[in-house]
């Protein structure tokens, strides 16, 4: 079984703090995506990443940035969190390749409320 | 525009109801189609996908899909729902294999409450 792992199921941070969440996966797999989960509004793609060292904007990446320095690991980071940010974060990741199925797991997410 | 549309936000039925969750999408040229289940404080996970050939497919659980490219739909069905089929639901379309792309669109999301 793939098993993506979060660092932390809750978190409370204050306005202006950086503030990072930690994503690792088991499976080998070359995508990596951070996501937002917001009620009314689905999941939302804040970044991802096809390989190491490489990452791209989602649809919401303001306010965020990420690091992937090792497959397996992929960290988002609030450079100054913002009330604006208290949200469901997930963590998602995917085989990589042209016959690549395209399945995303998902983490059990991370539930981040700036105070 | 890339878009995927759940028209049913919230949906509550009595147990051994059947079930219609409606899913349109825009995207130009061919599709992996997907649906996505939220169990009360659980993780994301697929419930079943599309990729090509019999545009009918079945999914765990005893759900189904129907892929009617004609119309952009991949409406998710089930004949008799239980009280564990209570959940969030989540419809996602992604590119081709010549897409080049690996992301996901993800719908807004159907919440299901089945009644015991």
């Not at chain 1, 974060?89 to 042209?98: D, H, N, V, W």
Request: include cysteine.
């Amino acid at each position: 079984d793939v098993k993506v792992t979060q660092s932390s199921r809750y978190l409370v941070k204050r306005t202006g703090e950086k503030v990072f969440l930690e994503c690792v996966q088991d499976m080998d797999h070359e995508n990596m995506f951070w996501y937002r989960q917001d009620p009314g509004l689905g999941l939302r793609l804040i970044y991802f990443s096809y390989d190491v060292k490489m990452k791209e904007k989602g649809d919401i990446p303001e306010g965020y940035s990420v690091s992937r320095e090792k497959k397996e690991r992929f960290s988002l980071i609030l450079e100054s969190a913002s009330t604006n940010q208290t949200s469901m974060y997930l963590c998602a990741s995917s085989e990589g390749g042209a016959l690549a199925k395209n399945i995303q797991y998902f983490g059990a997410g991370t539930r981040l409320s700036v105070l | 525009a890339q878009s995927v549309s759940q028209h049913n936000h919230h949906v509550i039925l009595s147990e051994a109801a059947s079930l219609e969750l409606g899913c349109n999408y825009s995207y130009g040229g061919t599709v992996n189609l997907f649906w996505y289940v939220q169990y009360p404080g659980q993780h994301l996970q697929l419930l079943l996908k599309y990729f090509s050939g019999d545009p009918l497919v079945k999914g765990i659980k005893g759900f189904e899909a129907e892929f009617i490219k004609s119309k952009f739909s991949f409406n998710l069905r089930k004949p008799s729902v239980q009280w564990s089929d209570t959940a969030e639901y989540f419809c996602a379309v992604m590119g081709g294999p010549t897409s080049g792309t690996y992301k996901y669109i993800f719908g807004t999301g159907t919440r299901l409450k089945v009644l015991a």
